[in-house]
């Protein structure tokens, strides 16, 4: 496991670095980006359950739906370490800090969205004022490669920033779903 870590934190900034090209792209010539996306690796592919359904891995699938999957599966296990441990960052009363934390995560977009939104006009505000759940939302594969690079593996930082990630987007998905 040790040498997987190595590998995720060693190359963390490669993700980053990615995001920051794949958003140029997209922006900047959204045609060509979409056909490297959705290039077609293996057409009919056995991924999933069996079926009488068309099934093509691409890009797209491969990153969404399989790598995040086993990144997610990291993230929870770092939070269950931090609460169930003993001697954990997050065991107890250490884990209020955080989920107050997560009320401020989420009510502060929601006011700069709505505030930006009167700013902008009535017109503005009536076309947007219903997406107000959208900014509660946070990206926790960046907040915690971002903090493990920011503080270093182990630092209890970097617990607490994924517990608040991991909380935020739980709220988030409660919000969207009422």
Known sequence: MYR??????NYSLLLIIGAIVALIWANTNPISYHHFVDYVI???SPIGHYHHGHRTLTLHYLVNDILMALFFAIAAKEVWEAIILENGSLRGKKAATPLFATAGGMFGPIAVYLGMAMM???DTYNAVANGW??????DIAFCYLVGRLVFGA????VSFLLLLAIAD???????LAI
Request: aromatic content about 14%.
């Open 4 to 9: 997987v870590w190595n590998f995720l934190t």
């Open 42 to 44: 293996w057409d009919y």
């Open 120 to 122: 902008l006009g009535s």
């Open 133 to 138: 759940a959208i900014p509660t939302a946070t």
């Open 154 to 157: 182990g630092h209890p930082a």
């Open 169 to 175: 987007d739980a709220a988030g998905l409660i919000i």
